[in-house]
C-alpha cells in the first residue's frame, strides 16, 4: 500500500532557527505533492504543492521544499523559524497511478520558543 | 464569501445512535471528500465524491455512509457500525482536471464528533 512517512513526529525549536521536515512516499510512479499546515484553531490550509517542473518549490510565508525523485523525497524547509510557525505540517502524497488519492503523513507537531 | 463549512463544529452522540455531519461547498468543486483525522496518524480518507450521485469507498469506509444529491453538499453518516467514532471530521473539495481530481484540496474547518 502507498504510504507517507514523516520522520518527526515532534519537533520544538527557538526562532531564527532553521527548519527542515522530512517526507518521504513509498512510490516510485507520478506523483503530486503538497504540504499542508494546521496553525491552532484554524483551517488546514495548503502552504505549497509541487505537480512538475523546478523540484524547487517556494509557498507562503518563506516556506520552500524540494522534490527529490530518486529519494522519493520532499522535505520543508524555511531557514529561520518564528514563534507564529508553531503548528502541525503534514505532507500529502497524490499517488497518480493508484487511483489519484491523496495519502497524508502522520504530521509532524512543531513548536516555536520565543 | 467562497469556502466550505462543516457543521456542527462540535458533536456529542450516545453510543449507538447514527449521527450525520454535514458538508457545504460554494466553490463549485466537483470532487469532495471526508478525512478522519486521530492524533498521530494524520488524515484517513472516508470516502469521496467526483461527481454528483457518485462516490467511492476511502481506506475507512467501514461504519460510515455518505450521498452526493447536489455538487455542493456531501453529508456523511457515522453510524453504529463504526467502532471507534470518536475523532475529528474534515471535509475537502477540489477541482477537476482531466478524469480525476488532481488539483489542490481545501479543507473545511472540521467537526470534532464525541460519542459518549
Known amino acids: 500500500a502507498q504510504s507517507v512517512s514523516q520522520h518527526n513526529h515532534h519537533v520544538i525549536l527557538s526562532e531564527a532557527a532553521s527548519l527542515e521536515l522530512g517526507c518521504n512516499y513509498s512510490y516510485g510512479g507520478t506523483v503530486n505533492l503538497f504540504w499542508y499546515v494546521q496553525y491552532p484553531g484554524q483551517h488546514l490550509q495548503l502552504l505549497l504543492k509541487?505537480?512538475?517542473?523546478?523540484?524547487l518549490v517556494k509557498g507562503i510565508k518563506g516556506f520552500e521544499a524540494e522534490f527529490i525523485k530518486s529519494k522519493f523525497s520532499f522535505n520543508l524547509r524555511k531557514p529561520s523559524v518564528q514563534w507564529s510557525d508553531t503548528a502541525e505540517y503534514f505532507c500529502?502524497?497524490?499517488?497518480?497511478?493508484?487511483?489519484?488519492?491523496?495519502?497524508f503523513g502522520a504530521g509532524t507537531i512543531l513548536r516555536v520558543k520565543s | 464569501d467562497g469556502g466550505i463549512t462543516q457543521s456542527p463544529k462540535y458533536l456529542f452522540r450516545k453510543e449507538g445512535q447514527n449521527v450525520t455531519l454535514s458538508c457545504e461547498q460554494n466553490l463549485n468543486h466537483d470532487a469532495m471528500y471526508w478525512y478522519r483525522q486521530d492524533p498521530g496518524q494524520g488524515l484517513r480518507l472516508i470516502y469521496y465524491?467526483?461527481?454528483?450521485?457518485?462516490?467511492q469507498k476511502g481506506d475507512i469506509a467501514e461504519g460510515y455512509s455518505v450521498s452526493r444529491e447536489k455538487k455542493e453538499s456531501f453529508p456523511l453518516t457515522v453510524t453504529s457500525a463504526q467502532k471507534n467514532p470518536t475523532a475529528f471530521y474534515l471535509c475537502?473539495?477540489?477541482?477537476?482536471?482531466?478524469?480525476?481530481?488532481?488539483?489542490?484540496?481545501?479543507f473545511g474547518p472540521g467537526t470534532r464528533l464525541t460519542v459518549l
Open positions: 465524491s467526483q461527481i454528483v450521485n457518485d462516490f
Open positions: 500529502a502524497v497524490n499517488f497518480m497511478e493508484y487511483g489519484n488519492k491523496l495519502v
Open positions: 509541487y505537480f512538475s517542473g523546478d523540484p
Open positions: 475537502a473539495s477540489s477541482g477537476t482536471s482531466g478524469d480525476f481530481p488532481t488539483d489542490t484540496q481545501y
